[in-house]
């Protein structure tokens, strides 16, 4: 079985995440990669790479789904960034991604597979987040273990809480 | 006597921080912690840790305020960052802040407390440098010492002068 | 089932380990965090993060024993080091470690476990590496799956080569 | 004949930069240093500092010119930005610059000329990147080696691939 | 009064330190700069930046010697680290050191005086680490309050621990 | 004509670097890398990035050989540095180069070339070091050009200067 890399930030892993990796698990052995895993506790990047390979755990432990989850540190110099995926991670044959920059990147030293297909608007982080800081409902939107555990720690009140920025500075 | 930690970029140092400096002076030995100190010459961080330095013990001196004025290095990296700060300063019992991720990361490790009240428009550094950049008038804001310092060190000039960014690049 | 975190360099993963490991699966659900995972092509570190996650999956694979394998960048910073594991790797209980620096950075923050016992010499990533450079027998010292993978890739030769320094800089 | 200093990131190296060069030549024997050599492949930094070095080379060698090459990385440290740039590049007397921060932060220690004439706006990296990726024609702002380069590594359709991103995060 | 700036680790800070910021106490206002403040729990580098600020604000007090303590983060680069002392530090007239490359590395921008006097063995941060890692007395080589504090947060058994690496690694 | 990429720490460029030059300036047009340019001022790296590009300047001015020199500083990263050099440097088509590490981490991506005639003793960057150190003559291993440089700055009684590592630390 080829082994396949799926990577992201996951902040946090939603059903759009979940449906692309349930594809992809029935293909191949997976490695998930957390992206940007030191970064945590702002808007954009919430939850610490812990946190977010907690959730990610838990999302494929309800599904039975096995993967190597793997956090990838930034390293923001883009000429080699695929040459540091690689160095991190173990072997791996095919690329699925439908971010064109990971595309670009990998496509000189690996098969990319373009998965473009999920990006319902709903199912974004982004569009997570901004529910959160709202205080919207956001359960719906990601998996069912993932609700709980972000509720558990607290995840969905500390953005909101971050998002508060005190102009006082 | 407690010590307590404050932290911020003071660029520059001005009439609100000082107000709060004042009357945290009256209960604590005071740590006043320069945040972003590495950065300098731009719009945002116009000053460098060395001068903001100084204008922090000018105010004080004006003032007969002691504290221990320490340069903290940004760490980029919001997981350590309470431990970054510890580690670096001598110890402290505990953080006056308004900063709400200041608040976040500090409270798993030390007391907090929120310092809300000096919040006002005009007391902000964004505010000052705005200011400076117009050429609006901006010493009323700031201490004397720290005024003068500015114009000593041409400071305002400076700022208005970086802000001046030329699209041929 | 308590969870546990192992830190090592795994350069390379070896049969002391694996008596570590073996033992420790029984009573824990186990994190393996790979130490220093972007360094390679050493004599101290010849094998990437990427290979050494590959060795210790065939070596826990061969054996039925399940763990997550996580790969922890260096930070080069002691006074921030345990949390900064903390952050980087999932929810954890107990730290199982003989290193007198992770034993000592670790205890203020989780329960440490001293496992002192299997440290006979031959057992040492240091005597592998010298075996291995020396052109002597070093197999032994290592599960088969993971004997076989360094063979597979070249590592004996690998770090040999790269031992011999050329004095001409 | 003194040596003049001219920094910029040139992405890409175009017809202005081509102007101020021309006439620097005649004055000096030129360092050109590029700024920010280990970016790439984001809208604003398409090209690497490889490329970005090539485009030069062929565009001097067109027109006979010579020059000292030098990419200077990033130090994110404007305090010491100057002391950087001396310490990596050969001696040179004087800087040449239209750029508000390169002569703030170098005229403490070096002779700075100020280069305001060129900046029409047609003649700016910011325009033919739009160009580019609005599929709008680009070439005759840049010189024809640099334009056949480009096009030969088809930089033009990568930072238009690259702008096009993908909400699904 | 002029200013003048002292560099050093203090790892710790000992008598021979005390004996030279003695002296230069009667004829300048002093900058006691922190060096490596990042760096801890190793034989060379035991205690942490914000334990060593804690060891000199204590053995200055207890002699009633006033002086700006501030913490110098390393910046790995030679060619730029005057610069970097001087963005960082308020401004300061003349450096005081006895290390040949500090005199070396601030001669183009500062008075420089060499403090060469008080090298005695003994009284060398090296030997008090030593002792300490043996079981010797060391107590008598640095300031009384040091003495107390290092005992208060158990530094001599810290460093005594951390030398014992095992080799199992 | 082929591209030929040459990378060395040039502390200083010596004659066996020089004759290695020679015979490939005949073949290749050259790159001539300068490793670690963000180090000087110490045993090992006496000389700036800028100090050495000046040499090999000149070195090659006194011949007449043409050459692309380029400062590559260091990523501390095996596992991406083969990538990191092609990123920075314009294309090249070959690698000479005699040392295990560069042979081996550029192999996969570039054909190498086998360069270890050269290697007598007394053409080494660390006998003239030595040499510079003890006060011995050591003009004769460097080209003209360069031996009166050195002198020039002050090179040789600056290593000697900073070798003398005073113990009082």
Same sequence: chains 1, 2, 3, 4, 5, 6.
């Avoid at 946190?51 to 838990?58: A, K, P």
């Avoid at 432990?61 to 540190?73: K, L, M, Q, S, T």
């Avoid at 690689?86 to 595309?103: A, G, Q």
Wanted: charged share 30%; net charge negative; glycine share 6%.
């Amino acid at each position: 079985m080829e082994r396949a890399l799926i990577i992201g930030r996951f902040q946090p892993i939603h059903n759009g995440h979940m449906e692309m990796i349930r594809r992809a698990a029935k293909r191949y052995e997976l490695i998930i990669a957390i992206g940007s895993p030191l970064k945590s506790h702002t808007v954009d990047n919430p939850f610490t790479g812990g946190e977010r390979y907690e959730m990610i755990l838990r999302a494929l432990r309800d599904e039975g789904i096995e993967a190597h989850i793997i956090p990838v540190p930034d390293i923001e110099y883009n000429g080699v960034w695929a040459s540091h995926v690689m160095s991190l991670c173990p072997p791996f044959d095919v690329v699925l991604s439908n971010n064109p920059l990971t595309i670009e990147l990998f496509s000189p030293y690996k098969r990319v597979m373009e998965t473009s297909m999920f990006s319902r608007k709903e199912y974004s982080g982004k569009e997570i987040r901004r529910r959160m800081i709202e205080g919207e409902p956001w359960e719906e939107l990601v998996p069912n273990a993932v609700a709980e555990y972000i509720k558990e720690i607290g995840g969905d009140e500390r953005i909101s809480y971050l998002s508060r920025t005190d102009e006082y500075v």
